[in-house]
């Protein structure tokens, strides 16, 4: 499996992005998809992540101005990103984790970072 991000770039806040990810090889029905962030000095943190039944769990900080979504058809997911502030600076990595059944373990797949700068 291979994921490839796209969409990142320098915005001024207040503005917005939308970051993509596609996914290619096997995919099982069984997943999350998701985005985390990684900023200098600090740990990768989740940012929002939607299951295969469209559930929906997002960060405290970016709740309101973020939206995950995903396109099932096209194996691929995205986060689209409103009201951004220059905290939101980070590196941003698209994952997908899956499993063939939920008795089995999980795979877990990053993609390759996508900067995301937001000047004040």
């Known amino acids: 499996v291979q994921l490839v991000e796209s969409g990142g770039g320098l915005v001024q806040a207040g503005g917005s992005l939308r970051l993509s990810c596609a996914a290619s090889?096997?995919?099982?029905?069984?997943?999350?998809m998701g985005w985390y962030r990684q900023a200098p000095e600090r740990q990768r943190e989740l940012v929002a992540v939607i299951s295969s039944i469209r559930s929906t769990n997002y960060a405290d900080s970016v709740k309101g101005r973020f939206t995950v979504s995903r396109d099932n058809g096209k194996n691929a997911w995205y986060l689209q990103m409103n009201s951004l502030k220059p905290e939101d600076t980070a590196v941003y990595y698209c994952?997908?984790?899956?499993?063939?059944?939920?008795?089995?373990?999980?795979?877990?797949?990053w993609g390759q970072g996508t900067q995301v700068t937001v000047s004040s």
């Open positions: 994952n997908l984790k899956q499993t063939r059944s939920v008795l089995k373990t999980w795979d877990d797949y």
């Open positions: 090889g096997s995919i099982f029905s069984i997943n999350d």
